[in-house]
Every structure is written in structure tokens, then in C-alpha cells.
């Protein structure tokens, strides 16, 4: 069994800054690719970054790319997400989520875990 339990989130204005963080507990071990997603109201959930298990492959959506950064720290069963130059329309849900196999995907089906999700605002 495993939990991701995300913290960060919140209201930012245009340009700004915040950071998503999301810890893993339980089976840990049976986590390799790890994830961001986002949804926003009335939209599919969508692909934001993932990153392998070293940290050393990452990819993004191209509508963050440059702007968020996708890391993790396997000692402290987390990864991150940095998210600088917000824009409205990066407004969501996020979600982090964890796979059991050590490729990375896209495709949301291939994650087994899941966090609870946090709201991102961003204001014009």
C-alpha cells in the first residue's frame, strides 16, 4: 500500500511562484516514474512532468516547459514541483502520482498511485 499526501498550492498572482510537494508512504519501494498532473474545471486530467527513478529524465507538457521544474529526493520520498512565471491558465488541480515500473508515461492509466490533489489559482 502507498500514499502520496501533497502539500503546497494556493493563490498566486500572474508571474509569480509556488511549490507542489508530495511525499510517499507505505511501500515506497514499489515506486519508480513519478508524475504531475493538472485539471482544470470542465477539462481532462493533463500531463505536466514526470521524472525516472534517479532524477536523471525528466520531460514536460510543452505549455510548462522552461517555466516548471520536476525533481525528486529518494531519501525523503518526495518529489516537487517548481513552478515559476505562473499564468492564469496554469489554474488547476494538480496531482502527483507514482508508477510501479521504472518507464515513464504520459498517459495518466499507466500511474497506480495517486495524491489527494491541490488547488493552484492563479490571478490576472
Known amino acids: 500500500q502507498v500514499q502520496l499526501v501533497q502539500s503546497g498550492g494556493g493563490l498566486v498572482q500572474s508571474g509569480g511562484s509556488l511549490r507542489l510537494s508530495c511525499t510517499a508512504s507505505?511501500?515506497?519501494?514499489?515506486?519508480?516514474?513519478m508524475a504531475w498532473y493538472r485539471q482544470a474545471p470542465g477539462k481532462e486530467r493533463e500531463f505536466v512532468a514526470n521524472?525516472?527513478?534517479?532524477?536523471?529524465?525528466?520531460y514536460y507538457a510543452d505549455s510548462v516547459k522552461g517555466r516548471f521544474t520536476i525533481s525528486r529526493s529518494n531519501v525523503r520520498n518526495t518529489v516537487s514541483l517548481q513552478m515559476n512565471s505562473l499564468k492564469p491558465e496554469d489554474t488547476a488541480v494538480y496531482y502527483c502520482?507514482?508508477?510501479?515500473?521504472?518507464?515513464?508515461?504520459?498517459?495518466?492509466?499507466?500511474?497506480?498511485?495517486w495524491g489527494q490533489g491541490t488547488q493552484v489559482t492563479v490571478s490576472s
Open positions: 502520482a507514482g508508477r510501479r515500473s521504472v518507464l515513464l508515461s504520459s498517459n495518466p492509466n499507466d500511474y497506480d498511485y
Open positions: 521524472i525516472n527513478w534517479s532524477g536523471g529524465s525528466t
Open positions: 507505505g511501500s515506497v519501494s514499489t515506486i519508480y516514474a
